[in-house]
């Protein structure tokens, strides 16, 4: 992906999220290291707040649609709620009004999981909100993988300098 060019082929995105699997990794093993001063109460509220704010209500209204079709606020508290930045944001006035704690690392644990075990990102207003291929977007990946069957490899080899 690039600025012209905004999709992932499915090895960029398993590669972006192997980057997210690294950084859940190190989330964890810090967790681990530091379990003993982690309170419970405020890392299970700090996980739990992404999902009863972002995904839940989005969900039942998804499931209770006849036609799937949900409002798109849903889809503006989901982004929210699993947005690093607004997880920065949480971060920064936690330390702020209460204190830097270690239970702060349930917001990674829980958007590096998100990312890296369920592959979930933002959702986009054109998508369902529970995942299914987009017709357009299947017709799309048939049509870029047989383009890139059919090129040509181009010989970048060193020795070709």
């Not at 947005?83 to 958007?111: D, M, T």
Request: proline share 5%; glycine share 6%.
């Amino acid at each position: 992906m690039d600025s012209h060019n905004l999709f992932l082929t499915r090895g960029t995105y398993r590669l972006i999220r192997a980057e997210y699997a690294a950084a859940l990794v190190a989330a964890v093993v810090l967790a681990v290291l530091h379990l003993a001063a982690i309170r419970c109460p405020v890392f299970i509220g700090l996980f739990a707040y992404i999902d009863v704010i972002g995904y839940l209500p989005g969900a039942l209204a998804y499931r209770r649609a006849p036609d799937r079709v949900i409002s798109r606020g849903y889809y503006v508290l989901y982004n929210a709620m699993h947005s690093l930045l607004s997880a920065a944001a949480v971060a920064g006035l936690w330390c702020l009004l209460a204190r830097p704690e270690w239970a702060l690392l349930a917001l990674a644990i829980h958007l590096c999981g998100d990312r890296a075990i369920f592959g979930n990102f933002l959702k986009p207003f054109g998508v369902t909100f529970e995942p299914t291929t987009h017709p357009r977007y299947q017709e799309f990946v048939t049509s870029y993988d047989q383009h890139a069957a059919t090129r040509p490899a181009a010989d970048h080899s060193l020795a070709a300098v």
